[in-house]
């Protein structure tokens, strides 16, 4: 089992909206970037909360572009961990991402959207003293979460007022 990193986080000052993953999978630790996995629906996902037209079919860096623009930060709760392969299950020995120290940063930060159980379960344990940022726990985009694409859509879209405010 190796020792895995997340990525710095993706944000500007006037985030609104922060979207946290556990850790990064293999495709994307491969690719060095959020999310690289072809079947995972993220991008889909939060640029249809973002109101981002085709976000993920655009170029990476014009993707967290267009996310920042619309007031979406991203990160994951987790600094790093052993984890052998993509799988959060696997993952062990991990030490969490700052986050309080985070949101601290973001002044108009009205939410949190947590991608998955995992980054729910570590997430809200560190940011339970935050009670005035809503906290959102969504279904993974992550293709091995076999719930079907518009039915996480139903569950991300209630964070759309937090871009709103």
Not at 77 to 93: E, H, K, N
Not at 140 to 146: D, G, K
């Amino acid at each position: 089992m190796t020792r895995k990193a997340s990525f710095p986080p993706v944000v500007r000052g006037d985030t609104r909206l922060l979207l946290l993953g556990s850790l990064p999978g293999e495709a994307s630790l491969r690719a060095d970037r959020y999310y690289a996995h072809p079947q995972n629906q993220f991008w889909k996902l939060a640029g249809a909360v973002g109101g981002v037209v085709d976000l993920h079919e655009r170029p990476y860096e014009d993707r967290l572009a267009a996310l920042l623009d619309a007031g979406i930060g991203l990160w994951d709760v987790v600094a790093d961990a052993l984890r052998c392969g993509s799988l959060d299950a696997a993952i062990r020995d991990h030490r969490a991402n700052d986050l309080v120290a985070l949101i601290g940063t973001l002044p108009h930060l009205c939410g949190v959207g947590f991608n998955g159980g995992t980054a729910a379960r570590i997430g809200r344990k560190l940011l339970s003293k935050t009670s005035e940022i809503r906290l959102f726990d969504l279904p993974s985009s992550s293709p091995a979460y076999t719930l079907t694409l518009s039915a996480k859509l139903d569950r991300w879209m209630v964070m759309k007022a937090c871009l709103q405010q």
